[in-house]
């Protein structure tokens, strides 16, 4: 079973407005036009609804003016129905989808409700192309756990599609050869995709690869396992000579790695002993951190006691200060009593005033009389409070010297038991590594690890040899496929036409026979000229779909090719005249592009494979060219009808 596509349609963003895009089932479909009008998008956009991981189709105006993408395919025994919406703005990818089996469908006028995932749609396709009961590879994210599914569409996808970064690439022959999640999983299902392998030599071969990871595995640890047990004695010698000489072993030396293993195996530790010392052993850092708060507080107090002996000094200078003070304005009431004549008895001076100049001074007196009170009051509760933290400062200095006391104690403590701990920590590495030698010297369990490496390699025999038998088949088909592919390359416009050409059903690598009087092989990678790399990427594709078509392989009949002619018409030199057709600035290049289109139209009407699709620049004159052109975006017309854009 297998399909083609019928037709192609979008949905307008915002509006109720729809473009359906419509394919002969048989023959070369052409899309031509001018740059930026959207042909390479119709492979994205059909990429996309064979359920890619992500959304090939570039930012823009597609997706701007776009909100659902849909295909219909034509199968022999009914037709499939898919869309799926553009991501919204702020997302890589749409999950969700829709889809309808049946006969004579159509697409509805507006997008229908999306009632499946990206999975199930995945699944539907896989099973209406005839892709099931393959197990291949899965789970690429994480590629250290081998977890067996199902070959899917996708895996197919990369046989479909020949964009314009990959049809002129030395270095890859189909789309994701360049990312190894995908190259691994793609070539792992390409032998049944190919009708070399059905699905029980497929699972038998990714059951080979993972007996032969396991078997790998056994066998480095087997060689490390022997790396390990060399000199086997002298070192479990050694460890016995250390146990002896920190007093765990005593006796005869032992002759034979049977009793050495028999002695390490019960060394015995005094445990009493190392639970003494280790309980005898203070807490240091307990201690010192006890002997650092109790010093602070004991600073602190003095501190404290400091600065009010400092205030009781300060008072007491304060208080002799006033106090002469006093004495001195006491020399008012020696003053005499003014005469009646206003005339100063000591001067005789007319100008002096005894009872004014008496009251300014009791006055003074009085002020500072009242001042000496509160310093006196102040100053009785500084000397209780001193007192008090002076008793407790005593009390705080005994515990200081207390944890001194306990802090040398537990040093001298730590001194005399230095050579114990230190004993006790080499007890410790020294049991460690005859724990380690008794593991990988001991002999248990090594002869069930041969079992198991003898059990594994005629599992792997036996599997190999069942893969060996479709050897001929696969060297048949790579014959098959060479020739084909030989054939059509020496009918386009390649350098090396006497040489053979392969493309190779392991890996998909393109190799020119340069020489035709040598075996040798060489890669596309080595070879010139883009001319080369177009023509040997067509006839090996072409030489594939024709094997799929004699062989009813589980591949779909179609292939969507974008800008075959790049190579001959650059974008800077491409150029058409009135009627669009390219300008014949180079008459031979022209005829070279337009043969190639007429072998696309001769390989389809002879039934290899039933469909090609083809973006491009190129326009002929010629009534077969314009029988198979089905769409020309010139003068305004593209993929997206102008009234859409906003």
């Known amino acids: 079973m297998t399909w083609r596509i019928k037709s192609l349609v979008l949905y307008q963003r915002g509006g109720a407005d729809r473009r359906q895009l419509t394919f002969s089932l048989h023959g070369v479909n052409v899309i031509t036009g001018n740059s930026q009008t959207g042909k390479s998008a119709v492979l994205d956009i059909l990429n996309y609804l064979l359920m890619s991981r992500s959304c090939p189709i570039p930012k823009g105006i597609i997706r701007q003016a776009v909100s659902y993408v849909g295909v219909h395919l034509a199968g022999p025994e009914g037709e499939l129905l898919i869309v799926r919406p553009l991501p919204a703005p702020g997302s890589k990818v749409s999950t969700q ?14 997008p229908p409700k999306m009632v499946a995932n990206r999975g199930q749609i995945r699944d539907i396709l896989s099973s209406f192309t005839g ?52 190259r691994r999983h793609m070539l792992d299902a390409l032998p049944f995709l190919l009708g070399i392998e059905d699905a029980e030599i497929l699972e038998a071969r990714v059951r080979l690869r993972k007996l032969k990871s396991t078997l790998s595995s056994l066998r480095m640890k087997r060689k490390e396992r022997e790396r390990l047990r060399a000199n086997t004695f002298t070192r479990g010698h050694k460890l016995w000579l250390e146990a002896q000489g920190i007093g765990l072993l005593d006796g005869e030396h032992p ?28 807490d240091i850092s307990e201690l010192e951190a006890d002997e650092f708060e109790s010093r602070d507080a004991v600073q602190e107090a003095r501190q404290r006691v400091r600065s009010l002996r400092d205030f009781e000094r300060r008072t007491a200078v304060h208080q002799d200060v006033v106090s002469r003070q006093l004495s001195r304005l006491s020399v008012s009431e020696l003053l005499p009593t003014p005469a009646e004549n206003g005339v100063c008895p000591v001067c005789e001076s007319g100008y002096f005033n005894p009872e004014k100049h008496r009251d300014q001074l009791g006055m003074t007196f009085s002020s500072l009389t009242g001042i000496r009170a509160v310093p006196l009051r102040v100053d009785s509760k500084a000397r209780k409070t001193r007192a008090r933290l002076e008793d407790e400062l005593v009390q705080l200095e005994e515990r200081h010297e207390q944890t001194r006391s306990r802090l040398r104690e537990a040093m001298i403590t730590i001194s ?10 080499e007890i410790e590495r020294l049991l460690g590594r005859i724990s380690e030698y008794i593991r990988t010297v001991d002999v248990g369990g090594i002869d069930d690890e041969e079992e198991d490496v003898d059990s594994l390699i005629e599992q792997i025999d036996a599997l190999q040899l069942k893969l060996n038998s479709v050897t001929p088949r696969r060297q048949k088909a790579q014959k098959t496929i060479d020739q084909t592919m030989t054939e059509l390359a020496r009918r386009m416009e390649v350098e090396f036409k006497k040489g053979n050409a392969s493309i190779s059903v392991e890996d998909l690598s393109i190799r020119v026979q340069i020489d035709p009087d040598s075996d040798e092989m060489t890669s596309l990678a080595e070879i010139g000229s883009g001319a080369n790399w177009v023509c040997y990427h067509l006839a090996g594709i072409l030489a594939i779909h024709d094997h799929l078509e004699r062989f009813a392989c589980p591949v779909p009949r179609t292939l969507i090719l974008d800008q075959p002619s790049q190579a001959w018409f650059p974008e800077e030199l491409r150029t058409t005249d009135k009627e669009g057709e390219l300008a014949p600035e180079d008459e031979e290049d022209k005829n070279r592009v337009r043969e190639i289109y007429r072998l696309l139209d001769e390989m389809t009407s002879q039934g290899a494979f039933s469909q090609i699709i083809v973006m491009d620049h190129a326009k002929f004159g010629d009534k077969w060219f314009e029988e198979m052109t089905r769409y020309e975006w010139r003068h305004g017309e593209k993929l997206v009808p102008e009234h859409w854009i906003g």
Request: charged share 25%.
């Open 416 to 425: 005399k038991n230095a050579k114990y701990l230190k004993a006790d920590r």
């Open 131 to 182: 892709i099931s009961g393959a197990a291949v590879l899965s789970n690429p994210k994480q590629p250290w756990e081998e977890v067996l599914a199902e070959a899917n569409i996708r895996h197919a996808a990369p046989l479909l599609f020949q964009p314009q970064d990959v049809i002129a690439n030395r270095h890859v022959s189909v789309p994701g050869l360049d990312r190894e999640e995908h």
């Open 97 to 110: 989808g829709w889809y309808q089996l049946g006969a004579d469908l159509e697409f509805p006028n507006e």
């Open 255 to 282: 002759q034979s790695v049977s009793e050495l293993l028999k002695i390490l195996r019960n060394v015995e530790v005094d445990e009493n002993r190392r639970f003494n010392v280790a309980t005898a052993t203070p």
